[in-house]
């Protein structure tokens, strides 16, 4: 085990490679379907897809869009000419030969990512297309070329990262860029976002970064950050046995935890990047730009400003941004409320029930885009007025989820209004104090042991079957016990 | 050889529309022709059975009164690189052979609702690598007029199909001269269109950037009819563009002779007879000056860096893993690839694979491909300085005549040699074609080389057609 001195004197330095992948309707260059999950293998592929021979390669503009949307939410320059290349290798999951991809002229240029306090920049993002999956059975490898042609957005940061954490705040908030943006689905169960990680490590003060380890293909947020905590230990402590990182690509072992050498830079492949001559450049005019930038909608940062006055925390602000219905839901709310005076109050309150009941474990994947944003307005205001107790708004909660816009009217349904009118509970606060049960604590709390009026509240909210605001029973009790006490003195 | 068997294809058309000449008579013709021909080696494969079964159909439609198509009942020949129905394609490579398209190629498509019939796929050179139909997997092709002689190349197998009347018309590519020297070698028409005016999709690709279609013709007319229909944008390749083949009826033309290419280098014979077309050129009121174009020499350097490049992409995909042939004691990965494209090329395509991967490797590329493209541009840019001031360029087609068979089998650099002047017009994407000049004392054939700017190809025809009228003309007198 290395030491904390060893690991204090040395600083790591990353640099992230994102892949994401486009839900376009079709590939990138061919008109078969982009969606192949759980379909069989080789059954979404066309004979570009296949590369039989004389197919040639037709630019889906659909992708060219949603990596421009995808470019402006990442702040960036979109390029107005961008090119395609051609990096050619072997391999039974690349059909062509070559992977059609943008290497000299990508069509998005420098832009940066600002959250949470991490600054990253983006070096540059391009488009290029997916390669097929092959599945080893023992001695045999299956090709299945479903996947191959998927349109990718590969985003290429700047080395500014320095921990596993905003390495990790860095690729969440990549995630939410592509679904805010429309771009993608980001859904890493299928894939959808695949990340590389580049790592180095250099003593603190040093102004040479040290010779970095690329660690290729992780598909989950915890693996990204579970792996430079790996590499970093695995880096310095070779660098404190004098010995020299070596540059190469490693893999990412999730079982062992473990990164494990795959390839060195001398095997690297010498990958040919020709000019891609079958596909024209892409020329965009900046009216198209124009066009995309006005009809994006708010991305996270957008609502983070919006949510600035609730002074969440990060982790709640990101846990509502990571649902997207939720986190536009709260903004329209925000803005409804904007000129009521206890407008921030209300949606405080929303804000606790998004996080301790939508996303519940058990409720986290319904469906939200029913739930009305007015009628969750006025179910805070019934709470704020104690005519719901909060144990029966989230019942109510639960049932706007279908799209029910009256909670009103669902409480009087269910008889879940709350008894606030005084005079309804006097009676049922004196039918209490009668009663033989309350006589112990009666006399509790006149003796001072204040406490004792939880039981008698208790007994007030079963005699009105729950219904009684309890704080208005209590204030009752406390005026009748006083009276009492009065009377006996 | 058996001379001219069938009329203009105008007429041709109009008998079969007019009920007086069938489809099937033409096709069943043209396949007859095509058995007298075997020791030509033209043909791959014949596509008799869907010949007769497309020449039914069209027929029927004439009975039913329906309107046929601009090439009804026009058997026509398809050099073997098209991917087609009725037979396999197999580029005339090992690789592959027994390689049946699930689709037709757009210029096929096209030619096939005009009511063209392809009666057959022709012989090239393997992938279309050479200019002589040696290097085909299925056998060398021979010249139309001495069969121990070239047919040129790569479409060799149209090019002779057309010379010999076994078709009115042959569809080739032309990728640094494919079409234009093999026309030359056998006295017909062979047009290369402007970069983009015929579709690639579904042809086997040799080069990206310098790959076209054009056909082979007796005539400037029958030219013209099937490169109006092959033209125009397709949605399958983003290159094409549309380009008008129709007469412009510009008559006096401002001809430019490419001096450089009217040098000692080139046949003393060739010479003569390209000059003598250039006479008639004036002699019918054009305009006619020598214009020096320097750069033109480097042309061919250009050629064989970027176009090897392209070639050894563009076959990456024959891996012998989901199509094409793969190696049967291949039991690794690492020989299906090795072993399957070892025997699946031919020596010409494993020389430019090698060729081309060379000048793409890191620490090469900007040392030849990419300080080939520049001088590409410069090419380009010389040619556009030629077209500000003539409208059409002309030079010899090739330095020789159809050499030997295995002459220069051994000798690739020269073999590259032959085509010095119609690799300039490919890497400028200009419109050229070769036209029957007249015959050497030995009874050679040779093409003089009409040169475009880009979408002139209509004025090349016209220019060409006005020397075939006026020889008419002639001899009617």
Same mark, same amino acid.
């Given at each position: 085990?290395?030491?904390?001195?060893?690991?204090?004197?040395?600083?790591?330095?990353?640099?992230?490679?994102?892949?994401?992948?486009?839900?376009?309707?079709?590939?990138?260059?061919?008109?078969?379907?982009?969606?192949?999950?759980?379909?069989?293998?080789?059954?979404?592929?066309?004979?570009?897809?296949?590369?039989?021979?004389?197919?040639?390669?037709?630019?889906?503009?659909?992708?060219?869009?949603?990596?421009?949307?995808?470019?402006?939410?990442?702040? &960036?320059?979109?390029?107005?000419?961008?090119?395609?290349?051609?990096?050619?290798?072997?391999?039974?999951?690349?059909?062509?030969?070559?992977?059609?991809?943008?290497?000299?002229?990508?069509?998005?240029?420098?832009?940066?990512?600002?959250?949470?306090?991490?600054?990253?920049?983006?070096?540059?993002?391009?488009?290029? @297309?997916?390669?097929?999956?092959?599945?080893?059975?023992?001695?045999?490898?299956?090709?299945?070329?479903?996947?191959?042609?998927?349109?990718?957005? @590969?985003?290429?940061?700047?080395?500014?990262?320095?921990?596993?954490?905003?390495?990790?705040?860095?690729?969440?908030?990549?995630?939410?860029?592509?679904?805010?943006?429309?771009?993608?689905?980001?859904?890493?169960?299928?894939?959808?976002?695949?990340?590389?990680?580049?790592?180095?490590?250099?003593?603190?003060?040093?102004?040479?970064?040290?010779?970095?380890?690329?660690?290729?293909?992780?598909?989950?947020?915890?693996?990204?950050?579970?792996?430079?905590?790996?590499?970093?230990?695995?880096?310095?402590?070779?660098?404190?046995?004098?010995?020299?990182?070596?540059?190469?690509?490693?893999?990412?072992?999730?079982?062992?935890?473990?990164?494990?050498?795959?390839?060195?830079?001398?095997? &690297?492949?010498?990958?040919?990047?020709?000019?891609?001559?079958?596909?024209?450049?892409?020329?965009?005019?900046?009216?198209?730009?124009?066009?995309?930038?006005?009809?994006?909608?708010?991305?996270?940062?957008?609502?983070?400003?919006?949510?600035?006055?609730?002074?969440?925390?990060?982790?709640?602000?990101?846990?509502?941004?990571?649902?997207?219905?939720?986190?536009?839901?709260?903004?329209?709310?925000?803005?409804?409320?904007?000129?009521?005076?206890?407008?921030?109050?209300?949606?405080?309150?929303?804000?606790?029930?998004?996080?301790?009941?939508?996303?519940?474990?058990?409720?986290?994947?319904?469906?939200?885009?029913?739930?009305?944003?007015?009628?969750?307005?006025?179910?805070?205001?019934?709470?704020?007025?104690?005519?719901?107790?909060?144990?029966?708004?989230?019942?109510?909660?639960?049932?706007?989820?279908?799209?029910?816009?009256?909670?009103?009217?669902?409480? @009087?349904?269910?008889?879940?209004?709350?008894?606030?009118?005084?005079?309804?509970?006097?009676?049922?606060?004196?039918?209490?104090?009668?009663?033989?049960?309350?006589?112990?604590?009666?006399?509790?709390?006149?003796?001072?042991?204040?406490?004792?009026?939880?039981?008698?509240?208790?007994?007030?909210?079963?005699?009105?079957?729950?219904?009684?605001?309890?704080?208005?029973?209590?204030?009752?009790?406390?005026?009748?016990?006083?009276?009492?006490?009065?009377?006996?003195? | 050889?058996?001379?001219?068997?069938?009329?203009?294809?105008?007429?041709?058309?109009?008998?079969?529309?007019?009920?007086?000449?069938?489809?099937?008579?033409?096709?069943?013709?043209?396949?007859?022709?095509?058995?007298?021909?075997?020791?030509?080696?033209?043909?791959?494969?014949?596509?008799?059975?869907?010949?007769?079964?497309?020449?039914?159909?069209?027929?029927?439609?004439?009975?039913?009164?329906?309107?046929?198509?601009?090439? +009804?009942?026009?058997?026509?020949?398809?050099?073997?690189?098209?991917?087609?129905?009725?037979?396999?394609?197999?580029?005339?490579?090992?690789?592959?052979? $027994?390689?049946?398209?699930?689709?037709?190629?757009?210029?096929?498509?096209?030619?096939?609702?005009?009511?063209?019939?392809?009666?057959?796929?022709?012989?090239?050179?393997?992938?279309?690598?050479?200019?002589?139909?040696?290097?085909?997997?299925?056998?060398?092709?021979?010249?139309?007029?001495?069969?121990?002689?070239?047919?040129?190349?790569?479409?060799?197998?149209?090019?002779?199909?057309?010379?010999? $009347?076994?078709?009115?018309?042959?569809? $080739?590519?032309?990728?640094?001269?494919?079409?234009?020297?093999?026309?030359?070698?056998?006295?017909?028409?062979?047009?290369?269109?402007?970069?983009?005016?015929?579709?690639?999709?579904?042809?086997? +690709?040799?080069?990206?950037?310098?790959?076209?279609?054009?056909?082979?013709?007796?005539?400037?007319?029958?030219?013209?009819?099937?490169?109006?229909?092959?033209? $125009?944008?397709?949605?399958?390749?983003?290159?094409?563009?549309?380009?008008?083949?129709?007469?412009?009826?510009?008559?006096?033309?401002?001809?430019?002779?490419?001096?450089?290419?009217?040098?000692?280098?080139?046949?003393?014979?060739?010479?003569?007879?390209?000059?003598?077309?250039?006479?008639?050129?004036?002699?019918?009121?054009?305009?006619?000056?020598?214009?020096?174009?320097?750069?033109?020499?480097?042309?061919?350097?250009?050629?064989?860096?970027?176009?090897?490049?392209?070639?050894?992409?563009?076959?990456?995909?024959?891996?012998?893993?989901?199509?094409?042939?793969?190696?049967?004691?291949?039991?690794?990965?690492?020989?299906?690839?090795?072993?399957?494209?070892?025997?699946?090329?031919?020596?010409?395509?494993?020389?430019?694979?090698?060729?081309?991967?060379?000048?793409?490797?890191?620490?090469?590329?900007?040392?030849?491909?990419?300080?080939?493209?520049?001088?590409?541009?410069?090419?380009?840019?010389?040619?556009?300085?030629?077209?500000?001031?003539?409208?059409?360029?002309?030079?010899?087609?090739?330095?020789?005549?159809?050499?030997?068979?295995?002459?220069?089998?051994?000798?690739?650099?020269?073999?590259?040699?032959?085509?010095?002047?119609?690799?300039?017009?490919?890497?400028?994407?200009?419109?050229?074609?070769?036209?029957? +000049?007249?015959?050497?004392?030995?009874?050679?054939?040779?093409?003089?080389?009409?040169?475009?700017?880009?979408?002139?190809?209509?004025?090349?025809?016209?220019? +060409?057609?006005?020397?075939?009228?006026?020889?008419?003309?002639?001899?009617?007198?």
């Amino acid at each position: 085990m290395i030491s904390k001195e060893a690991l204090d004197k040395y600083e790591m330095t990353i640099g992230i490679e994102c892949h994401v992948q486009l839900k376009t309707k079709t590939k990138l260059f061919s008109g078969a379907d982009n969606d192949a999950r759980e379909s069989e293998p080789n059954s979404k592929t066309s004979p570009i897809d296949f590369a039989l021979p004389g197919m040639l390669p037709v630019l889906n503009k659909e992708a060219v869009r949603l990596a421009v949307r995808l470019g402006l939410a990442l702040n &960036a320059k979109i390029n107005l000419k961008s090119r395609f290349d051609r990096k050619h290798y072997f391999y039974p999951d690349l059909p062509k030969g070559y992977q059609i991809s943008q290497f000299y002229q990508p069509i998005i240029g420098a832009g940066f990512v600002d959250v949470d306090g991490v600054k990253v920049r983006v070096e540059h993002a391009h488009l290029e @297309e997916d390669a097929g999956k092959l599945t080893h059975v023992g001695e045999i490898s299956l090709v299945d070329l479903n996947r191959a042609g998927t349109p990718l957005l @590969e985003i290429v940061s700047m080395p500014d990262m320095h921990s596993a954490a905003s390495a990790k705040t860095y690729c969440t908030e990549l995630q939410r860029l592509a679904i805010y943006s429309g771009a993608s689905d980001a859904n890493l169960y299928y894939g959808n976002m695949r990340f590389d990680v580049n790592i180095s490590v250099a003593q603190k003060g040093d102004k040479k970064l040290g010779t970095r380890a690329e660690i290729k293909n992780l598909n989950s947020f915890r693996s990204v950050e579970k792996a430079v905590e790996y590499e970093f230990i695995r880096q310095v402590e070779l660098l404190e046995k004098g010995e020299r990182v070596k540059q190469e690509t490693r893999g990412w072992n999730e079982a062992k935890g473990k990164t494990l050498a795959q390839r060195s830079k001398e095997e &690297a492949q010498d990958y040919r990047y020709m000019p891609e001559p079958d596909v024209p450049p892409v020329v965009l005019d900046q009216k198209f730009i124009e066009k995309i930038k006005a009809e994006m909608p708010l991305l996270p940062n957008g609502h983070r400003a919006i949510w600035a006055e609730l002074k969440l925390s990060k982790s709640v602000v990101n846990a509502i941004l990571d649902n997207r219905v939720l986190a536009e839901k709260l903004t329209s709310i925000l803005q409804k409320l904007a000129s009521d005076k206890n407008g921030m109050e209300l949606a405080k309150n929303i804000t606790n029930w998004f996080c301790n009941v939508l996303l519940s474990e058990e409720n986290a994947t319904k469906d939200f885009r029913q739930l009305d944003v007015t009628a969750l307005i006025e179910l805070a205001k019934m709470v704020a007025k104690k005519q719901l107790s909060s144990t029966s708004a989230k019942e109510i909660l639960l049932k706007l989820l279908d799209g029910k816009k009256r909670p009103k009217e669902l409480a @009087e349904k269910l008889n879940l209004l709350q008894v606030s009118n005084s005079g309804e509970l006097e009676t049922i606060v004196d039918k209490v104090l009668e009663s033989p049960e309350s006589a112990k604590a009666i006399a509790d709390i006149k003796s001072g042991q204040i406490k004792a009026i939880g039981f008698l509240v208790g007994l007030a909210m079963k005699e009105s079957k729950g219904k009684a605001n309890p704080s208005v029973v209590s204030e009752i009790i406390k005026k009748k016990i006083r009276i009492l006490g009065e009377k006996d003195g | 050889m058996m001379g001219k068997t069938w009329g203009k294809i105008a007429e041709m058309v109009a008998a079969v529309q007019k009920g007086e000449v069938s489809a099937r008579a033409n096709v069943e013709k043209a396949l007859d022709l095509a058995e007298r021909c075997k020791n030509y080696n033209i043909f791959v494969n014949l596509t008799r059975k869907r010949a007769l079964q497309k020449a039914e159909e069209i027929d029927q439609k004439l009975q039913k009164g329906e309107k046929l198509g601009e090439l +009804a009942g026009v058997p026509y020949v398809l050099k073997d690189n098209f991917l087609d129905f009725g037979a396999d394609t197999t580029a005339s490579a090992k690789m592959l052979a $027994g390689f049946v398209a699930p689709l037709q190629a757009t210029a096929v498509k096209k030619l096939e609702a005009a009511g063209a019939i392809c009666i057959g796929k022709s012989n090239l050179d393997a992938f279309a690598h050479g200019g002589s139909t040696e290097n085909s997997f299925f056998g060398v092709t021979k010249n139309f007029k001495d069969t121990e002689r070239v047919a040129g190349g790569s479409s060799g197998g149209s090019a002779v199909a057309v010379a010999l $009347g076994v078709a009115p018309f042959a569809l $080739g590519t032309d990728t640094g001269g494919s079409i234009r020297q093999p026309a030359a070698f056998n006295g017909v028409i062979g047009v290369k269109p402007t970069f983009g005016s015929v579709s690639r999709f579904g042809v086997v +690709a040799m080069a990206s950037s310098t790959d076209t279609i054009g056909c082979f013709a007796t005539n400037a007319a029958d030219a013209r009819l099937v490169m109006k229909v092959l033209g $125009g944008k397709d949605s399958l390749d983003s290159t094409t563009i549309d380009n008008d083949f129709t007469p412009r009826g510009k008559q006096k033309l401002h001809i430019g002779v490419i001096a450089d290419f009217m040098t000692d280098d080139v046949d003393q014979e060739v010479l003569a007879v390209v000059r003598k077309y250039i006479q008639e050129l004036e002699k019918n009121g054009n305009r006619v000056e020598t214009v020096e174009m320097p750069l033109l020499k480097y042309a061919l350097p250009v050629y064989y860096v970027v176009v090897p490049a392209e070639v050894a992409s563009n076959l990456a995909r024959y891996d012998g893993i989901r199509y094409g042939h793969r190696a049967k004691t291949a039991r690794t990965l690492g020989e299906i690839y090795g072993l399957s494209r070892d025997e699946g090329f031919m020596p010409e395509n494993k020389r430019r694979i090698m060729i081309g991967n060379f000048v793409l490797s890191s620490g090469f590329f900007d040392a030849y491909y990419l300080k080939a493209e520049k001088v590409r541009t410069l090419i380009v840019e010389e040619y556009q300085k030629a077209f500000a001031k003539f409208d059409v360029l002309v030079c010899p087609t090739t330095p020789s005549t159809a050499f030997k068979i295995g002459e220069n089998t051994d000798n690739p650099v020269k073999m590259y040699l032959e085509d010095v002047m119609t690799v300039p017009p490919s890497l400028a994407g200009l419109p050229a074609i070769s036209v029957p +000049a007249g015959r050497t004392k030995s009874g050679l054939d040779v093409g003089a080389q009409l040169i475009g700017a880009r979408g002139d190809d209509a004025l090349l025809l016209d220019l +060409a057609e006005s020397v075939e009228n006026k020889k008419l003309k002639d001899k009617n007198i």
